[in-house]
């Protein structure tokens, strides 16, 4: 006969269980919180882009007449442009100034085409 050894766990034993299981859950946590921060700034970084696009796109058809540049808001976004005239080449540049996670983030979008003298 084996005398009195018992079966089972000890108490160490446990604590290291729900140590280690804390742990695991504490990661997965920090985790979804991570991950739902990049939802949200992708989705801003979209709708910024959209947003320049459009601008971009109806700037072309007055761009070798050199628009004037100027500015306009969209709920909290502010798209301000520019055209640049350097002999037959014109450079649209559009900054989006948009409220993010560390103050305010600001893109760039540029694009250039060539006009006839």
């Known amino acids: ?3 009195n050894r018992e079966h089972g766990s000890t108490i160490i034993e446990a604590v290291f269980a ?3 299981l804390s742990v695991g859950f504490l990661a997965v946590a920090s985790s979804a919180a991570w991950m739902t921060r990049m939802v949200g700034q992708g989705r801003r970084s979209g709708r910024v882009a959209v947003l320049a696009q459009t601008k ?4 072309w058809a007055d761009a070798c007449a050199g628009p004037a540049p100027g500015d306009s808001s969209v709920g909290p976004l502010v798209l301000s442009w ?10 649209l540049q559009a900054r989006l100034s948009s409220p993010a996670l560390s103050g305010a983030a600001v893109d760039t979008f540029l694009a250039a085409r060539s006009c006839p003298r």
């Open 1 to 3: 006969m084996h005398g």
């Open 82 to 91: 520019r055209v640049t005239r350097t002999g037959s080449l014109v450079e």
């Open 18 to 20: 729900v140590t280690l």
């Open 56 to 59: 971009l796109e109806s700037l």
